[in-house]
């Protein structure tokens, strides 16, 4: 028996990033700006409530807490955009999740390694009708990828998807396309 290692040809690789990616959901986007704006309110909250040293001090405090806002504004804005251009692919053999803004991050993650599928919603989440779908990998300590945005029927169809791959039976098959 012997060992053979061909050298492959670059150009002649698939390119993942040419596939075409599914949109998350439109309601990701203004769920993630109530959570950003949520968060940044109470940071002005407490900045507004923070006792001031010195009375030079508190008379900054309305004006130090109204820019927190603005800044949260700003990021919930941001994070608006950047929710709007998130996609995911789910292939044959492998999972694609691409998300950012300034910064694009896109991960595939193959379907060979997964272990573990899982799907969590947070109150917010659920009230929009979304769900994360949580991946791990073998070796992995955390989630290897987590897709956010997707409709909770859409998810659970990805996940028993995933899960049929892993365990080597045949896929379900998806009767219809939701365009949430």
């Given amino acids: 028996m012997s060992f053979h290692n061909e050298a492959l040809d670059p150009a002649a690789l698939p390119r993942w990033e040419r596939v075409a990616l599914t949109p998350v959901s439109r309601r990701l986007a203004p769920c993630h700006a109530l959570s950003v704006i949520g968060r940044w309110a109470l ?37 608006w955009v950047e929710a709007r251009r998130r996609g995911y692919a789910l292939r044959e053999h492998d999972l694609i ?32 009708g979304l769900v994360r779908l949580v991946c791990f990998t073998a070796g992995g300590r955390g ?27 045949p896929a379900p098959r998806e009767d219809g396309d939701d365009a949430a």
Avoid: C, I, M
Wanted: glycine fraction near 10%.
């Fill in 143 to 169: 989630a290897d990828l987590v897709l956010e945005g997707l409709p909770a029927e859409r998810a659970e169809a990805v996940k028993q998807h995933l899960l049929a791959r892993v365990s080597g039976t």
């Fill in 43 to 79: 940071v002005a909250g407490l900045v507004w409530l923070f006792p001031a040293p010195a009375e030079e001090l508190a008379r900054w405090k309305p004006a130090a807490a109204g820019g927190v806002l603005l800044l949260g504004l700003f990021l919930a804005g941001l994070g």
């Fill in 97 to 128: 999740y691409r998300r950012g803004l300034l910064v694009q991050r896109s991960r595939v993650l193959p379907v060979a390694r997964l272990q573990h599928v899982e799907t969590l919603s947070n109150p917010l989440e659920r009230g929009f």
